[in-house]
């Protein structure tokens, strides 16, 4: 490395140099190595090429070695890890992506084939209360918890119940209030909720002392459903107040 270049990031690494010049203006301090990036792309937008002059003869040079050892490599932290949160978020980024995508084409298919009429048509024509409506909902999203994740629920079954909610004189908004705990519900629903084997797997214990543990969360959403559904101006007043 030539003498003068104070920082050289040859992939997949980037070192820092100090050199020592006894009638130059840069001071001494060491070769740190002082981050761990794939690549000089850190400083790509601080200068041309992959070699920059980082420190002047305005700064105290002893110093700045120590600084970087001490605070910017665990700042950064390893190449290997950066490298294992960027694969991990473009992964799950990917996979919800892929829900979104793929739920709005069914929801297409279901407008154009006018599978949302038929449905519409076939609830209206059970003659079922208000009340039992919402108890049918909770039990599609319970059997639905077992098996997918929450937006999957969500963008799949929207377009084939929101037509109905005219038909009960439910409130779009207050929908989503209920949609929204019976996702939550479902998916800590015993025995298969999709919830319960996260957290199991997380608390490497037993699958029957996380049901139990959910039965204080069950009790709460319960008592926040009935009020919701008897009383929907809890939901819908304040919503309601600011729109005016």
Known sequence: MPPHDLVHAPPPRLFVQLPFEPHSDWYVVSRVRAFNIPGSTLLASLAPGDKIKLLQNTV??????????????PVLGAPRKLLDAMYGTIRFSGNILFIIFTAYVFSFAISFAGVGEKV???????????????????????????????????????????????????????????????????????????????????????????????????????????????????????????SR
Not at 62 to 73: I, K, M, W, Y
């Open 120 to 242: 519409t048509a076939f609830v209206v024509g059970l003659h079922l209360s208000r009340l039992e409506f919402f108890l049918a909902l909770f039990m599609l999203y319970t059997v639905l918890g077992c098996l997918i994740e929450s937006l999957g629920m969500i963008v799949i079954t929207v377009p084939l119940i929101f037509p109905v909610l005219p038909s009960y004189g439910i409130d779009p908004l207050l929908f989503g209030v209920v949609l929204v705990l019976f996702v939550e519900l479902g998916q800590i629903s015993p025995p298969i909720g999709i919830n319960l084997f996260v957290i199991q797997s997380i608390w490497d214990g037993k699958l029957s002392d996380v049901i139990l543990g959910t039965i204080p969360f069950h009790l709460a959403m319960f008592v926040v459903l009935a009020l919701v559904i008897l009383w929907p101006d809890l939901a819908l007043w304040l919503p309601y107040r600011l």
């Open 60 to 73: 105290p040079g002893p110093e700045f070695g120590p600084f970087l050892d001490a605070f910017l490599t």
